[in-house]
């Protein structure tokens, strides 16, 4: 098969409001903005950043949970963004979700069984057996024994039920999980125990994670990339392991700094970044992290900064890390990057840099 | 003797087996089962463990916020100052709550009163416990407004906790709890629901303000990055019970109680490598509604042995200021 598995594009959205009939322009929240990535088979891209940036829209938009204002959601080449009811629901085999709270995200009057193959009944019909021995399979798999079928989740421990609402997204063989928060809600022996089994899942069945998370360790210990995400925009996407050792973007780095390190030796030399992340209904102007970027420039003020290739395979939304001005074509090639949001600012088109340049420094230059 | 007696001046607060239970309606449930640690003047204390460990328990029966009719120390002694605070009358309890021992709570918006101006807030717990006017804390409250860095603090007395952001809120909860400069503050998971950067300067704030008042802090989490970053001393409760206590440096560098041990294992860290499997501990939580012969952890504890089984170990000395509950500990830290 060629191509990636998953590949999102331009992915948009915007809650309006209120709704205004009379009004003209209504204002609109921009949860996620121009969202571009792609998912190999088997590999675990995973998805960071703080309350508000939009990875929780995100992974609502891949499983088509919320329709999308712009872009396209492809699963081997199929938009599903674009999909009807009918085709939706085949496709939404392919893809499943794992849900950051273990207590509401199962039903509490059915049985561990009913639970974990609810989601194949809603295709085909399992005779009892059929489903006894589905439901024991799939307990095993996740490594629970076959007699907790009958119980209800009220008398399984949170881990337990995690594990459940695993063994619920993998009843349909999909070739993608969608994690948000998927163990975030567990206390850390806990969590080992839950990170282990989606990474021997992975292993033995070749799974592709999206696996959303505001937690750095545990993202730098299952990622194969990682997407840095701000008010809504991705600003840096890189391999993990050149992530964590060199951030570019100067968010990235902010976020890896303020991350507690289990060492009480480390001396903390910086400071923490200052401010707070501001409302996505009136983000600033330009780079949306710039009030508190410690490298801010004026242009940071001015443009957005496109996503930009570099020479490790990482994409950095940064004026001054990762400057726009001569991207080699091999490079951007090289980066895997959807061709049409490179294109964005290779043709100049959205980003007319040099002539805002122009026009904030003339007065300045006026001035001395 | 002399010795003795100036040791004991550095201790604020003295803990003596205090026992507290849950009642339900057919069963009783033993959340502490009688732990003893002390905290010393202006230090900063960690207590750490997963859920269901105790230690939110602890904090509650030391401000006897306990809900009254289903929660009750059964036994032992809280000495504050000498004093042991669970003999004193709901009238005394409320002098010392607030203006001597302060908490602060993990969820800032279920704390502050939303109807009530942050301001007002503040001035409140001025007013309760000093004669100060209404106009002198007012005064007070934009002070501490300004010592917790909030920016603009003139306008933001004004404001109703609605109006704030979650790391806002939890630097108005801070400013009010600091008030009445308390001798200890207890820190119930305060960062746990905030953003890893708003994380960051609400950690360095308690650490400037505790350096700056003298305050002693009891710093409760889960998160042992937390305490690596913050805390001088720590308490690692499991099931009820102090199962490790030691310096922090001690603790991280030669943990002496298997829990502890598998504890800190199990947290993702880059110098172990990554996409590798953790090292779990297998099994769950006791059920602390029923009695526990021998050591709590030992059906999970990978050095158990048949002494384990049958009876509980005690707190011992493994080393100066580090203590153990395990029967095997020094072999333990030689692994």
Same mark, same amino acid.
């Given at each position: 098969?060629?191509?990636?598995?998953?590949?999102?594009?331009?992915?948009?959205?915007?809650?309006?409001?209120?709704?205004?009939?009379?009004?003209?322009?209504?204002?609109?929240?921009?949860?996620?903005?121009?969202?571009?990535?792609?998912?190999?088979?088997?590999?675990?891209?995973?998805?960071?950043?703080?309350?508000?940036?939009?990875?929780?829209?995100?992974?609502?938009?891949?499983?088509?949970?919320?329709?999308?204002?712009?872009?396209?959601?492809?699963?081997?080449?199929? +938009?599903?963004?674009?999909?009807?009811?009918?085709?939706?629901?085949?496709?939404?085999? @392919?893809?499943?979700? $794992?849900?950051?709270?273990?207590?509401?995200?199962?039903?509490?009057?059915?049985?561990?069984?009913?639970?974990?193959?609810?989601?194949?009944?809603?295709?085909?019909?399992?005779?009892?057996?059929?489903?006894?021995?589905?439901?024991?399979?799939?307990?095993?798999?996740?490594?629970?024994?076959?007699?907790?079928?009958?119980?209800?989740?009220?008398?399984?421990?949170?881990?337990?039920?995690?594990?459940?609402?695993?063994?619920?997204?993998?009843?349909?063989?999909?070739?993608?999980?969608?994690?948000?928060?998927?163990?975030?809600?567990?206390?850390?022996?806990?969590?080992?125990?839950?990170?282990?089994?989606?990474?021997?899942?992975?292993?033995?069945?070749?799974?592709?994670?999206?696996?959303?998370?505001?937690?750095?360790?545990?993202?730098?210990?299952?990622?194969?990339?990682?997407?840095?995400?701000?008010?809504?925009?991705?600003?840096?996407?890189?391999?993990?392991?050149?992530?964590?050792?060199?951030?570019?973007?100067?968010?990235?780095?902010?976020?890896?700094?303020?991350?507690?390190?289990?060492?009480p030796?480390?001396?903390?030399?910086?400071?923490?970044?200052?401010?707070?992340?501001?409302?996505?209904?009136?983000?600033?102007?330009?780079?949306?992290?710039?009030?508190?970027?410690?490298?801010?420039?004026?242009?940071?003020?001015?443009?957005?900064?496109?996503?930009?290739?570099?020479?490790?395979?990482?994409?950095?939304?940064?004026?001054?890390?990762?400057?726009?001005?001569?991207?080699?074509?091999?490079?951007?090639?090289?980066?895997?990057?959807?061709?049409?949001?490179?294109?964005?600012?290779?043709?100049?088109?959205?980003?007319?840099?040099?002539?805002?340049?122009?026009?904030?420094?003339?007065?300045?230059?006026?001035?001395? | 003797?002399?010795?003795?007696?100036?040791?004991?001046?550095?201790?604020?607060?003295?803990?003596?087996?205090?026992?507290?239970?849950?009642?339900?309606?057919?069963?009783?449930?033993?959340?502490?089962?009688?732990?003893?640690?002390?905290?010393?003047?202006?230090?900063?204390?960690g207590? $750490?463990?997963?859920?269901?460990?105790?230690?939110?328990?602890?904090?509650?029966?030391?401000?006897?916020?306990?809900?009254?009719?289903?929660?009750?120390?059964?036994?032992?002694?809280?000495?504050?100052?000498?004093? +042991?605070?669970?003999?004193?009358?709901?009238?005394?309890?409320?002098?010392?709550?607030?203006?001597?021992?302060?908490?602060?709570?993990?969820?800032?918006?279920?704390?502050?009163?939303? $109807?009530?101006?942050?301001?007002?807030?503040?001035?409140?717990?001025?007013?309760?416990?000093?004669?100060?006017?209404?106009?002198?804390?007012?005064?007070?409250?934009?002070?501490?407004?300004?010592?917790? @860095?909030?920016? +603009?603090?003139?306008?933001?007395?004004?404001?109703?906790?609605?109006?704030?952001?979650?790391?806002?809120?939890?630097?108005?909860?801070?400013?009010?709890?600091?008030?009445?400069?308390?001798?200890?503050?207890?820190?119930?998971?305060?960062?746990?629901?905030? +953003?890893?950067?708003?994380?960051?300067?609400?950690?360095?704030?308690?650490?400037?303000?505790?350096?700056?008042?003298?305050?002693?802090?009891?710093?409760?989490?889960?998160?042992?990055?937390?305490?690596?970053?913050?805390c001088q001393r720590v308490i690692v409760?499991?099931?009820?019970?102090i199962?490790e206590q030691a310096n922090v440096i001690d603790l991280f560098a030669r943990p002496a109680h298997?829990?502890t041990?598998?504890?800190?294992?199990?947290?993702?860290?880059?110098?172990?490598?990554?996409?590798?499997?953790?090292?779990?501990?297998?099994?769950? $939580?006791?059920?602390?509604?029923?009695?526990?012969?021998?050591?709590?952890?030992?059906? @999970?504890?990978?050095?158990?042995?048949?002494?384990?089984?049958?009876?509980?170990?005690?707190l011992?000395d493994v080393g100066s200021s580090h203590a153990a509950?395990?029967?095997?500990?020094?072999?333990?830290m030689?692994?």
């Amino acid at each position: 098969m060629n191509g990636p598995l998953l590949k999102v594009e331009n992915l948009t959205k915007h809650y309006p409001l209120g709704s205004g009939i009379f009004k003209k322009s209504i204002p609109v929240i921009r949860a996620v903005e121009d969202v571009s990535f792609s998912v190999e088979a088997g590999e675990t891209l995973c998805i960071v950043g703080e309350s508000g940036c939009g990875k929780s829209t995100v992974a609502r938009l891949l499983m088509r949970l919320v329709a999308p204002t712009a872009g396209r959601v492809l699963i081997d080449g199929t +938009d599903i963004a674009g999909l009807k009811k009918d085709a939706l629901h085949s496709w939404r085999r @392919r893809m499943q979700m $794992v849900f950051q709270d273990p207590y509401s995200s199962l039903n509490p009057r059915l049985t561990a069984g009913q639970i974990i193959t609810e989601p194949v009944e809603n295709f085909e019909r399992l005779s009892r057996k059929q489903r006894h021995a589905l439901a024991a399979d799939l307990l095993r798999k996740v490594g629970m024994s076959p007699e907790m079928m009958h119980r209800l989740p009220s008398e399984l421990s949170g881990g337990q039920r995690q594990r459940l609402g695993i063994a619920r997204a993998l009843s349909l063989n999909p070739s993608v999980i969608i994690a948000d928060e998927a163990v975030s809600a567990l206390d850390v022996s806990v969590q080992a125990q839950i990170l282990n089994l989606l990474l021997d899942l992975q292993q033995q069945m070749g799974i592709a994670f999206v696996f959303i998370s505001h937690d750095l360790g545990v993202v730098e210990h299952i990622a194969h990339r990682v997407a840095v995400m701000y008010l809504g925009r991705i600003v840096e996407l890189a391999p993990s392991e050149a992530l964590f050792a060199k951030p570019v973007h100067p968010y990235t780095e902010a976020l890896i700094a303020a991350a507690p390190v289990p060492d009480p030796m480390r001396v903390r030399l910086e400071a923490p970044v200052e401010g707070e992340v501001p409302s996505p209904i009136n983000p600033p102007k330009g780079c949306a992290f710039h009030p508190r970027c410690p490298l801010a420039v004026e242009r940071c003020r001015i443009d957005v900064p496109p996503l930009v290739p570099m020479a490790d395979g990482r994409v950095v939304a940064c004026h001054v890390r990762a400057p726009a001005t001569d991207i080699p074509g091999q490079l951007a090639e090289a980066s895997g990057y959807p061709p049409a949001s490179l294109a964005r600012f290779r043709s100049g088109i959205g980003y007319p840099k040099a002539q805002i340049l122009r026009q904030v420094q003339h007065p300045r230059e006026a001035g001395d | 003797m002399l010795m003795r007696e100036s040791i004991e001046e550095d201790v604020l607060l003295d803990i003596r087996d205090l026992e507290t239970h849950f009642y339900g309606e057919e069963s009783v449930t033993r959340a502490l089962g009688g732990i003893s640690f002390q905290v010393k003047k202006g230090e900063t204390l960690g207590v $750490v463990g997963e859920s269901g460990c105790g230690k939110s328990v602890t904090a509650l029966s030391i401000l006897r916020l306990l809900p009254k009719l289903s929660a009750r120390t059964v036994g032992g002694e809280i000495r504050f100052h000498g004093r +042991d605070i669970l003999e004193l009358s709901d009238r005394e309890m409320r002098k010392i709550r607030g203006d001597q021992i302060a908490m602060i709570f993990q969820e800032p918006m279920t704390s502050l009163n939303p $109807v009530y101006t942050v301001g007002h807030q503040i001035a409140e717990a001025v007013q309760i416990h000093t004669k100060a006017s209404r106009s002198v804390a007012m005064e007070k409250a934009e002070e501490m407004l300004r010592l917790v @860095r909030i920016a +603009d603090p003139e306008r933001r007395v004004n404001n109703y906790p609605h109006e704030l952001s979650g790391g806002m809120r939890q630097r108005a909860m801070i400013a009010i709890a600091l008030a009445c400069s308390p001798e200890l503050l207890i820190a119930d998971e305060p960062t746990t629901a905030l +953003d890893v950067t708003i994380q960051a300067q609400i950690l360095r704030l308690i650490v400037d303000l505790k350096e700056r008042t003298g305050t002693a802090v009891m710093f409760i989490t889960h998160d042992l990055g937390v305490v690596a970053e913050t805390c001088q001393r720590v308490i690692v409760m499991y099931a009820g019970r102090i199962v490790e206590q030691a310096n922090v440096i001690d603790l991280f560098a030669r943990p002496a109680h298997p829990y502890t041990q598998g504890l800190m294992r199990s947290v993702p860290d880059r110098r172990r490598g990554r996409q590798r499997r953790l090292p779990e501990i297998p099994g769950i $939580v006791p059920n602390l509604r029923e009695p526990i012969v021998g050591c709590s952890f030992a059906p @999970r504890c990978p050095f158990a042995i048949d002494i384990c089984r049958d009876k509980t170990p005690i707190l011992r000395d493994v080393g100066s200021s580090h203590a153990a509950a395990c029967w095997r500990a020094e072999e333990v830290m030689g692994v």
